[in-house]
């Protein structure tokens, strides 16, 4: 098994690696990191969360960075605020031990875009963004797009999903033929296919990882058979049976959501909801509370729950069964962290 330095990583990065405990590349990483340092083409990896993608993408766009050049020279786009700060994140302590500092950005929508332009005008060589937010900024010709070699299409699914396709079209056509593009997405549904085929190399090279031995390793998988009405209770035992460790319980809607909440609630669990239909604002408070452990029990939607990474999740309950069958594995990714 290769370690990052064989696969090409240098060492300012292995220490900051090192103390974040990063230590054997996975699979992903493996497979892309030599790969996107040398060679110029299109990329396309599917892969989800939890496979070190962050890690496989982010180290090469590091070290095609020049320092001294002080505009955005990649591009990241992520289908949520969450994701891309995660990933800005993730970039930024890599950088820890850098003789001559790289400094990224991220920009979403939901927060004040005069602010963000502010950020933009200090030196920036690395822009992390949301599709509608970074359609908005390049309106108002406050971001300057054109020493970006390499653009990031992360959970490229979901951002279509997200009904992100014209947005994505835009940004790709006004930075069409200067770079390079490198895609990640855990499924490949059509409409991302078109997208290939509209603005990736025939030559892209394609990777894809065995997603179940990455992320669904440490997990067990286990079911109730039940009436639906039974369901409520069935949940009430298990969480009984969990005491006070700390879990996620997905439901298909958000209105379902919000009706688990206040059943919850009810019977004192200490509990909240993340759906689409709350501000901003009010999901980054439940957010907070769940990663400072004020919150015991989180219940989400699918779409909400991207991008959410806490660590020393116990369990993850499937209330309703997921829309895609894809997102079975996503969800339970989200325990067995680390
Ligand atoms: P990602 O799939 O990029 O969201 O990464 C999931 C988590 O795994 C992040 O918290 C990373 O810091 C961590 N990670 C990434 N690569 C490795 C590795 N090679 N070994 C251990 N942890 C890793």
């Known amino acids: 098994m290769k370690t990052f330095s064989e696969l090409g990583i240098s060492e300012a990065y292995i220490k900051a690696l090192d103390e974040n405990n990063i230590i054997k590349p996975t699979e992903i ?62 970039l930024f302590k890599f950088t820890k031990y850098l ?3 790289i400094f990224v950005e ?49 959970e490229a699914d979901e ?28 499924t490949m549904p059509k409409d991302l296919k078109e997208i290939i ?3 990736m190399s025939p030559n892209a090279m394609r990777v894809q990882v065995n997603e179940n031995d990455v992320i669904n ?11 639906s009405d039974e369901k409520s209770d069935m949940l009430f ?34 509990s909240d909801a993340l759906h689409g239909d709350m501000m901003q604002k009010e999901r980054d408070k439940v957010m907070r509370a769940f990663k400072n452990k004020k919150l015991q029990i989180l219940i989400a939607t699918d779409l909400a729950a991207r991008g959410v990474d806490v660590k020393g999740l116990e369990w993850v309950v499937h209330y309703n ?5 894809e997102y079975y594995a996503h969800r339970s990714g989200r325990t067995a962290r680390a």
């Not at 990191?33 to 599917?46: H, K, N, S």
């Not at 396709?165 to 490198?182: P, V």
């Open 217 to 227: 390793r440490d997990i067990d998988h286990k079911y109730v058979v039940c009436h």
């Open 237 to 270: 035992r298990f969480l009984e049976s969990q005491q006070d460790s700390r879990g996620l319980i997905f439901c298909r809607t958000k209105a379902g959501a919000q009706k688990l909440a206040q059943e919850l609630s009810y019977v004192q669990y200490n």
């Open 197 to 199: 085929a509209g603005y």
């Open 29 to 90: 990483q493996l497979k892309a990191i030599p790969f996107l340092l040398e060679v110029g083409t299109d990329f396309i990896g599917q892969a989800q969360t939890g496979t070190g993608k962050t890690a496989a993408f982010g180290l090469p766009i590091l070290h095609s960075v020049n320092p001294d050049i002080i505009i955005p020279q990649a591009l990241i786009l992520s289908p949520t605020r969450e994701l891309g700060q995660q990933i800005a994140k993730q």
């Open 321 to 325: 069964l997921p829309e895609k069958s």
């Open 106 to 154: 991220s920009v979403y929508g939901g927060a004040r875009i005069d602010e963000q332009i502010y950020a933009l005008k200090r030196p920036t060589h690395v822009v992390v963004a949301t599709p509608g937010r970074l359609v908005d900024l390049l309106e108002r010709k406050a971001i300057n797009l054109s020493a970006v070699k390499i653009i990031v299409l992360d």
């Open 99 to 101: 003789p001559k500092k």
């Open 159 to 186: 951002m279509l999903s997200m009904g992100f396709k014209n947005e994505l079209d835009a940004i790709l056509s006004y930075t069409r033929g200067k770079r390079q593009t490198w895609l990640f997405s855990a």
